[in-house]
């Protein structure tokens, strides 16, 4: 394993996010990597989609309620790809014309998905793209929240996602993000009656679905709990300097796995090289 010690003695994180405390829960070491040594980590094809799509959204959503139609989307979609398209993380893809073109078309999938689930006129915003900074039980939380709407009257917090929805027993998981969100508005003073994880469709490999939830104090204070565990673990991996990798299906996907004798040998096992 290739370690920084001295980064390791004086690293120590400000705030918590949710994903980066999902990062540590499903590799400690490539959490290291990562936060630690400050190692490249291209986001790859589905978070630079994501993020576009998620960018057309918001912008949609900004535009008063009567406005919001699709031909408008292809509009926001036009007006923001140039930015996207000069990016360095499509860059990194290093996508020909025609892969261009593909990856336009899977992002118009999405618009289009969101507006089979969603009728955007209805939605009333009272934020978008909301960033909290909030102490969640004992963490320095720091967030971004895709939407805060009024909806079955009471505020509304809900998270776009573009990837596969969780099978049963992964649900718990996906939504303890969103109940961090509650728990840091609670932290503010805001009270949250609902929160919705949604699942966009894209029309063809990917159906739509939306995960709706009254609030829920123990869910909540679980996924709270859970959040100050991740903070403490890391915080005693820092101590010991001792970042445990887990191999698994995802060291196919991790950016890391040169630098990781398990993942590599982890990989090489998968793809029947060994």
Same mark, same amino acid.
């Given at each position: 394993?290739?370690?920084?010690?001295?980064?390791?003695?004086?690293?120590? %994180? #400000?705030?918590?996010?949710?994903?980066?405390?999902?990062?540590?829960?499903?590799?400690? =070491? #490539?959490?290291?990597?990562?936060?630690?040594?400050?190692?490249?980590?291209?986001?790859?094809?589905?978070?630079?989609?994501?993020?576009?799509?998620?960018?057309?959204?918001?912008?949609?959503?900004?535009?008063?309620?009567?406005? =919001?139609?699709?031909? =408008?989307?292809?509009?926001?979609?036009?007006?923001?790809? %140039?930015?996207?398209?000069?990016?360095?993380?499509?860059?990194?893809?290093?996508?020909?014309?025609?892969?261009?073109?593909?990856? *336009?078309? *899977?992002?118009?999938?999405?618009?289009?998905?969101?507006?089979?689930?969603?009728?955007?006129?209805?939605?009333?915003?009272?934020? #978008?793209?909301?960033?909290?900074?909030?102490?969640?039980?004992?963490?320095?939380?720091?967030?971004?929240?895709?939407?805060?709407?009024?909806?079955?009257?009471?505020?509304?917090?809900?998270d776009y996602k573009t990837g596969k929805p969780p099978r049963p027993r992964y649900l718990d998981e @996906?939504?303890?993000?969103?109940?961090?969100?509650?728990?840091?508005? @609670?932290?503010?003073?805001?009270?949250?009656?609902?929160?919705?994880?949604?699942?966009?469709?894209?029309?063809?490999?990917?159906?739509?679905?939306?995960?709706? +939830?009254?609030?829920?104090?123990?869910?909540?204070?679980?996924a709270v709990d859970r959040h100050g565990e991740t903070w403490r673990a890391i915080h005693d991996a820092?101590?010991?300097?001792?970042? *445990? %990798? *887990?191999?698994? %299906?995802?060291?196919?996907?991790?950016?890391?796995?040169?630098?990781?004798?398990?993942?590599?040998?982890?990989? +090489? #096992?998968?793809?029947?090289?060994?």
């Open positions: 394993m290739s370690t920084d010690t001295a980064a390791a003695d004086t690293f120590r %994180p #400000r705030t918590l996010s949710p994903s980066a405390a999902g990062t540590f829960r499903n590799c400690p =070491r #490539r959490w290291k990597f990562h936060y630690v040594d400050d190692l490249p980590d291209p986001p790859g094809e589905p978070a630079v989609l994501g993020s576009f799509v998620h960018k057309v959204l918001e912008d949609l959503l900004e535009l008063p309620a009567p406005d =919001r139609t699709i031909e =408008r989307a292809r509009e926001v979609c036009t007006r923001n790809w %140039p930015e996207t398209a000069n990016s360095d993380n499509f860059a990194d893809l290093d996508f020909d014309d025609d892969q261009s073109r593909a990856f *336009k078309a *899977k992002a118009w999938a999405f618009v289009e998905g969101y507006f089979a689930m969603f009728d955007p006129q209805q939605v009333d915003v009272v934020e #978008r793209e909301h960033k909290v900074r909030a102490t969640v039980g004992e963490v320095p939380f720091f967030g971004f929240i895709d939407l805060l709407e009024n909806a079955d009257g009471g505020l509304r917090v809900t @996906a939504l303890s993000q969103i109940w961090l969100y509650a728990a840091a508005l @609670a932290d503010q003073g805001t009270e949250v009656a609902t929160v919705q994880l949604a699942y966009i469709g894209n029309g063809a490999d990917r159906r739509g679905k939306t995960f709706v +939830r009254e609030m829920d104090a123990d869910a909540m204070a679980a820092l101590d010991r300097d001792e970042f *445990k %990798p *887990k191999p698994g %299906p995802l060291c196919g996907w991790c950016a890391y796995r040169d630098h990781c004798p398990e993942g590599a040998a982890e990989y +090489r #096992r998968r793809n029947g090289e060994e």
